[in-house]
């Protein structure tokens, strides 16, 4: 969020949006959702974000049957987070993937990956459906960046991929054990934190081991078990506390 900006405003995706746009127009979708639900008029003021770090105050021109058009009249440049956390996430039921997909979203994760892991039993997910719960959250939590939200993948496929041997990046593979310890508080040259979150019963034992092979930590994050959706979400705050 742009400081100084009025946080009452609606805010709307738009991907066209740049620093020299003078006009925009909405899609189909956010301009049936500005004039229908929102019930904007000509010369509202709303908001807009790109996804990738602009945002915009514009005001409404016209609505007509083309949809909503807007005149820019401010676009602000969101400077990244200086962390990047990307979360592996087994996959789960779709509604409990859906809220998970949400709240990362409103915590400002860069990459979410579904995963199929040992004990995954959730059906397939609609990778264009979580695209718009994350947009539905960008817009909501007023955030700059919209995350990645990529194609499902084998875990092994995944865990043997992430680049931990960067002195830059760490990983986390969230796995309740009476030994574990919590998220460590990170060396000043970290930028990039891997986190793995398991689906219902977790990972198994053969998946943990692949984890720390690749170099990821055995962490929990409380004494309780979570919900693998819960577990997600605590994990990336306790990450974001511990950047503060």
Known sequence: MVKGWDRQLAFFYAPDLSLHSTHIQL???ESHHASRVLRKRTDDHIGLINGNGLMARARIDRIDK???ACIIETVSTVPPPEHRIHV???MIRPNRMDWAV???TELGVHTIQPLQTDFTTAPGLKRRHLERVAISAMKQSQQAYLPTIAEPRAFQDWILQVPLQAEHAAGYIAHWMPDAKRIPSPADSLREIYLAVGPEGGFSEREVQ???EAGFRIVKLQEQILRSETAAVVAVSQIKFLFL
């Open 88 to 90: 592996g996430l087994g």
């Open 210 to 212: 692949l984890a720390v």
């Open 66 to 68: 083309k949809g909503v």
């Open 102 to 104: 949400e709240k990362l």
């Open 27 to 29: 899609s189909p979708e």
